[in-house]
C-alpha cells in the first residue's frame, strides 16, 4: 500500500515503524470497526481481533462491516476480509467473548497498543488491569450510545470524566481495586438523551464512529512517539 500521504504527515519513517507494530483490538462494534478501518489504513502491520459475535441487522445504523451481505456472518472474518483488501497488514481473529480467562491465550505474544472498545464493564476492567499488569499501552472507550455530538469527544484521564455513567462505575471500581495508575479513556462530555423504557440501546453513526477514529488516532501517535 502506497503510504506517501499518510508519511507526509506522520513523517517520513512512520510507514515502516507502523508496519512493525501489533495493536489488540477488542470488540469490533460501532467503535472498534472504524478503530480497525483506520488502523488498516494508516499502516498497522499486525491487527489482532477480537469479538464473539456475529452481524446482525440491527449493526447496519452504525457498524462498519455491517450490510445486507454480512448479516449473520462473524465480525471478525467481515473485518480480516476488510483489511486485507486494503493492505498487506498480517491479521488475527479470536472469536470469543474477552475476559480475563483469555488473558493467556491473547498476550502470549507482544502486543504494542491496545484498543478497547468492549461494551461490557466487567471485560472492560478485565482487560485494562490485563494491560496495566503487562505494562502495554492502551486506550480504553467509554458509553457512545445515546450520543449525536461528536465534538463533545475528548481523550482524557478517567477521573476526569463527566456525564458518563459508564466511566462513572469504572471510577468507583478503580478506587476500590486501589489502581494508582492512570486509565486513559476516549469519552464524551455530551449529556447522553433519556433512553425509552424497553427499547433497545439508541445509538447513532455519528459518536461511535468518530470514537473508534480518534483511538485510532491517539494509538498512532503513541506508537510513533
Not at 456525564?163 to 471510577?171: F, M, Q, S
Not at 469519552?187 to 447522553?192: D, F, G, L, N, T
Not at 423504557?197 to 480518534?214: D, H, K, M, R
Amino acid at each position: 500500500m502506497d503510504n506517501m500521504r499518510t508519511q507526509g504527515i506522520l513523517g517520513q519513517n512512520s510507514g515502516e515503524i507502523l508496519r512493525q507494530r501489533t495493536v489488540l483490538v477488542v470488540g469490533l462494534g460501532g467503535v472498534g470497526s472504524f478503530c480497525v478501518e483506520a488502523l488498516a489504513r494508516t499502516g498497522i502491520g499486525h491487527l489482532i481481533l477480537v469479538d464473539a459475535d456475529v452481524f446482525e441487522d440491527s449493526n447496519r445504523n452504525r457498524q462498519l462491516g455491517a450490510t445486507q451481505e454480512t448479516i449473520g456472518q462473524k465480525k471478525t472474518d467481515v473485518l480480516k476480509q476488510r483489511v486485507l483488501s486494503i493492505t498487506e497488514a498480517q491479521v488475527d481473529t479470536h472469536d470469543f467473548f474477552y475476559d480475563q480467562t483469555k488473558d493467556e491465550e491473547l498476550f502470549s505474544q507482544p502486543i504494542d497498543f491496545v484498543c478497547d472498545c468492549i461494551d461490557s464493564i466487567t471485560s472492560k476492567q478485565d482487560l485494562i488491569q490485563a494491560c496495566i499488569q503487562r505494562q502495554i499501552p492502551f486506550l480504553s472507550c467509554m458509553g457512545m450510545g445515546r450520543r449525536i455530538d461528536p465534538t463533545q469527544l475528548h481523550v482524557l484521564e478517567l477521573e476526569k470524566t463527566s456525564n458518563d455513567p459508564l466511566a462513572k462505575r469504572l471510577r468507583i471500581w478503580k478506587r476500590k481495586q486501589r489502581i494508582k495508575e492512570k486509565i486513559p479513556v476516549v469519552c464524551s462530555r455530551e449529556v447522553p438523551v433519556a433512553q425509552i423504557e424497553g427499547q433497545p440501546l439508541a445509538s447513532v453513526i455519528f459518536v461511535p464512529a468518530s470514537a473508534g477514529l480518534l483511538m485510532a488516532k491517539e494509538c498512532v501517535e503513541r506508537l510513533l512517539k
